[in-house]
């Protein structure tokens, strides 16, 4: 007799998989020993503090006048929906967010009838900045110098290092050794990153896999690419923002580097007062971010495929760069998945009154459909039954919590 076809895949993301109805029928009670981690967007119950996030988005949109894509008709146009994604994200945890073209936060701001410190000092100082990203959806050269005082995360590689040549330099590493390894690069760059200190606030908890890695980017949607006019930008794209190890400040932490490729790092930070590659003293905390928004022909999407746990690490980041002190990430615990009568499964997670969640369902492992949405959370455990009676193939089930 065939057994039951119960597999469990992916630490990170799955909670459950249950069999076909017929397997249900042949096995109609099981339970995993221990407990599944997944990735949570949770991250911290910690109030919004005063201020806004700044992310700074390309000037040199695809549609402006004089520009270098002035007749690109294949890019996004007006808008950078990487960056969108950041500022929806970041909304989703109650900050305030506005994308700024990057030459706005700078002096060139003035060659185009703008002042900076509009932005960067307004007159109501409820609304000044208390993070500026900058993704890297701009050209090096248009990214700004960093303002002192402010929390900063970095995603334009040029930029990480000691490049007198960039204004927006911040010297987190001697030298101007950047890369951008993407899925181009030969052979095409890994979607995982090595956690190299899993105890900072921003690591601290998140599942890893038995080599110590932490997926960052996700597989592309088997329609994302379906309907791109021949020639056309792809809609899945994903590209890091790494510099060379060794290259280092004295006050630069690497928390990640590359896997495969352990000499370049993709995740860093800085504290405030750690000394710099130019021998100055950091004035707020400065974060190397793993994503490069891809400013230079790109579809300009890159944030967007960063997976749910990648999310979490960068929301993470953001809040220990505006000074938040983050508790242990907690993965969300399965406590039981097993039959319930011939035609469905039962659900039992640990639960928490300050996340909502939903439950997806897969047969590929590749799309996601979500079955049950908005489910309101509550101290303690929670259970939803499934009816899987009309499902005709090894079907898989994960529990995803909402910020």
């Not at 050269?141 to 303002?147: G, H």
């Not at 105890?199 to 592309?220: C, N, S, T, W």
Request: charged share 20%.
């Amino acid at each position: 007799m065939e057994t039951p076809d119960f597999r469990l895949r992916d630490r990170v993301l799955n909670a459950a998989s249950c069999g076909t109805q017929e397997h249900l029928r042949m096995k109609p009670q099981f339970a995993w020993a221990g407990a599944l981690a997944l990735a949570l967007t949770a991250t911290s119950s910690i109030p919004t503090q005063a201020g806004v996030i700044l992310i700074s988005t390309r000037n040199a949109q695809d549609t402006q006048f004089g520009t270098e894509f002035t007749t690109d008709e294949k890019g996004p146009g007006m808008v950078t929906p990487g960056d969108v994604a950041m500022a929806s994200r970041l909304s989703d945890y109650g900050y305030s967010c506005r994308l700024i073209l990057d030459k706005l936060l700078g002096d060139a701001a003035s060659t185009i009838g703008q002042d900076k410190q509009t932005f960067l000092q307004p007159s109501n100082k409820d609304f000044a900045p208390s993070l500026i990203i900058m993704s890297g959806s701009g050209g090096s050269a248009d990214t700004p110098p960093p303002p002192a005082g402010v929390p900063l995360m970095m995603g334009e590689h040029v930029c990480l290092g000691n490049n007198s040549g960039r204004a927006g330099s911040i010297f987190m590493y001697n030298g101007t050794a950047s890369t951008d390894p993407n899925e181009a690069s030969t052979p095409p760059a890994t979607k995982y990153m090595k956690v190299v200190a899993p105890d900072h606030p921003i690591m601290a908890g998140i599942p890893l896999d038995a080599q110590g890695r932490v997926k960052i980017f996700r597989e592309p949607y088997p329609e994302e690419e379906s309907h791109v006019p021949t020639g056309g930008k792809r809609n899945f794209e994903y590209r890091w923002c790494t510099q060379v190890k060794a290259d280092a400040a004295a006050g630069t932490t690497i928390l990640g580097v590359l896997d495969g490729a352990e000499d370049r790092v993709c995740l860093a930070v800085v504290d405030k007062g750690g000394t710099l590659a130019n021998n100055e003293k950091a004035s707020a905390r400065l974060v190397h971010m793993f994503t490069n928004e891809q400013g230079s022909g790109g579809s300009r999407r890159v944030f967007m495929a960063t997976t749910e746990i990648g999310q979490v690490i960068f929301v993470r980041a953001a809040k220990w760069a505006m000074g938040e002190e983050l508790p242990r990430y907690k993965a969300l615990r399965i406590v039981e998945a097993k039959a319930a009568g011939l035609q469905g499964v039962k659900l039992t997670w640990e639960s928490s009154a300050k996340q909502n969640y939903r439950i997806q369902a897969s047969t590929d492992l590749n799309a996601w459909n979500t079955v049950v949405d908005d489910v309101a959370g509550a101290d303690g455990l929670l259970s939803r039954t499934l009816e899987v009676g009309a499902v005709s193939r090894t079907m898989f089930l994960r529990v995803a919590a909402m910020p």
